[in-house]
């Protein structure tokens, strides 16, 4: 599981691993299967709505000491165009291809997804005449 934090403390547990730091953007990855992790999950667990057990992500970073990235919509379009990109790129996905994967839906049409997105978000911020 990871999480994208703007701040977290000093120390974080044996059980996080920060994966990348940038100036506003902290990626960390937590291993889900460890005990104490798990432990910690039991602590928080709660009656998210009638019928419904979790934890709350924002019990979690609280209890890691971690202030949660909101980034806004349009970096997160932004972001997830380059690692479809990526993926497009790399040499295991073309494997997969000449190997015959061929689902329903592929790059391209997350690309475009994408793309009508930006559109979208990029008409909504043109003022109104």
Same mark, same amino acid.
């Given at each position: 599981?990871?999480?994208?934090?703007?701040t977290?403390?000093?120390?974080?547990?044996?059980?996080?691993?920060?994966?990348?730091q940038?100036?506003?953007?902290?990626?960390?990855?937590?291993?889900?299967?460890? *005990?104490?992790?798990?432990? %910690?999950? $039991?602590?928080?667990? /709660?009656? !998210?709505?009638?019928?419904?057990?979790?934890?709350?992500?924002?019990?979690?970073c609280?209890?890691?000491?971690i202030?949660?990235s909101? *980034?806004?919509?349009h970096? %997160?379009? $932004?972001?997830?165009? /380059?690692? !479809?990109?990526?993926?497009?790129?790399?040499?295991?996905?073309?494997?997969?291809l000449?190997?015959?994967?061929?689902?329903?839906l592929?790059i391209?049409?997350?690309?475009?997804?994408?793309?009508y997105?930006?559109?979208?978000?990029?008409?909504?911020?043109?003022?109104y005449?």
């Amino acid at each position: 599981m990871k999480l994208y934090a703007k701040t977290i403390p000093q120390t974080l547990p044996n059980w996080a691993t920060v994966v990348t730091q940038s100036a506003d953007l902290i990626e960390i990855e937590i291993n889900d299967d460890h *005990p104490n992790f798990q432990s %910690l999950l $039991e602590e928080l667990e /709660t009656e !998210i709505e009638p019928g419904t057990i979790g934890v709350k992500a924002e019990d979690l970073c609280s209890r890691l000491g971690i202030e949660m990235s909101n *980034p806004s919509l349009h970096r %997160l379009v $932004e972001q997830s165009q /380059t690692l !479809i990109s990526l993926i497009a790129w790399h040499p295991d996905y073309k494997q997969l291809l000449d190997e015959g994967y061929s689902p329903d839906l592929n790059i391209a049409d997350a690309q475009t997804a994408l793309t009508y997105l930006q559109w979208e978000l990029e008409r909504n911020r043109e003022p109104y005449a």
